[in-house]
């Protein structure tokens, strides 16, 4: 039950866009279509954006999307607004009714 | 509105024992799998426990297995967390949240601060 990995920082101005990758191996994010990504601002619940790879939350702005290919999954923020400065999660299904979160990505919108 | 309270976090000394409460409202527990997560003061999340909706089956990351058990009472509509032999690398704020489907944790609790020292 390693941490997936992911970069400790990204960043970029208002309106650009960012990328941040979760790497994991064949075990967890290779293995499952359920890979989700979470928005934590500072002393708050993380907040659902993605799941199954792919899909927004309802509400979810279509800014937010994301992608897979074989062990790392992305997620891209487009159009960065200030709100969007925050913590960001992945988390996988690992088998054997267990799961898995990313090491944390701070995004910093300058 | 559907939410998830957390309570029964406090200081506690190392190899003794707290037991989480989280109160759900809105909705009816245990129609959902439910989860368990922690988080270090200035540390990433961690998953730590699961239970399905019949809770009949659970499960623990390695680090708490034997020590901590997930468990539900549906008449009070309410999941717990029973933490034994609490270690230093225990403490962090637990949160609980509800899973849609596989890993889809749609909903959180604010979390609720575990302290463990001498």
């Known amino acids: 039950q390693s941490a997936l990995t992911q970069p400790p920082s990204a960043s970029g101005s208002p309106g650009q866009s960012v990328t941040i990758s979760c790497t994991g191996t064949?075990?967890?994010?290779?293995?499952?279509?359920?890979v989700s990504w979470y928005q934590q601002h500072p002393g708050k619940a993380p907040k659902l954006k993605i799941y199954?790879?792919?899909k927004r939350l309802s509400g979810v702005p279509d800014r937010f999307s994301g992608s897979k290919s074989g062990n790392t999954a992305s997620l891209t923020v487009s159009g960065l607004q200030a709100d969007d400065e925050a913590d960001y999660y992945c988390?996988?299904?690992?088998?054997?009714?267990?799961?898995?979160f990313g090491t944390g990505t701070k995004v910093t919108v300058l | 509105e559907v939410q998830l309270v957390e309570s029964g976090g406090g200081l506690v000394q190392p190899g003794g024992s707290l037991r989480l409460s989280c109160a759900a409202s809105?909705?009816?527990?245990?129609?959902?799998?439910m989860h368990w997560v922690r988080q270090a003061p200035g540390k990433g999340l961690v998953w730590v426990s699961r239970?399905?909706?019949?809770?009949?089956?659970?499960s623990y990351a390695d680090s708490v297995r034997g020590r901590f058990t997930i468990s539900r009472d549906s008449a009070k509509n309410t999941l717990y967390l029973q933490m034994n032999s609490l270690r230093d690398e225990d403490m962090a704020v637990y949160f609980c949240?509800?899973?849609?489907?596989?890993?889809?944790?749609?909903?959180w609790g604010q979390g609720t601060m575990v302290t463990v020292s001498s």
């Open positions: 064949s075990s967890d994010v290779g293995g499952y279509e359920y």
């Open positions: 199954e790879v792919t």
């Open positions: 949240a509800r899973d849609l489907v596989t890993n889809v944790l749609d909903v």
């Open positions: 239970i399905d909706r019949d809770a009949t089956s659970t």
């Open positions: 988390s996988s299904y690992a088998g054997s009714n267990t799961y898995v």
């Open positions: 809105g909705f009816t527990l245990s129609n959902y799998w």
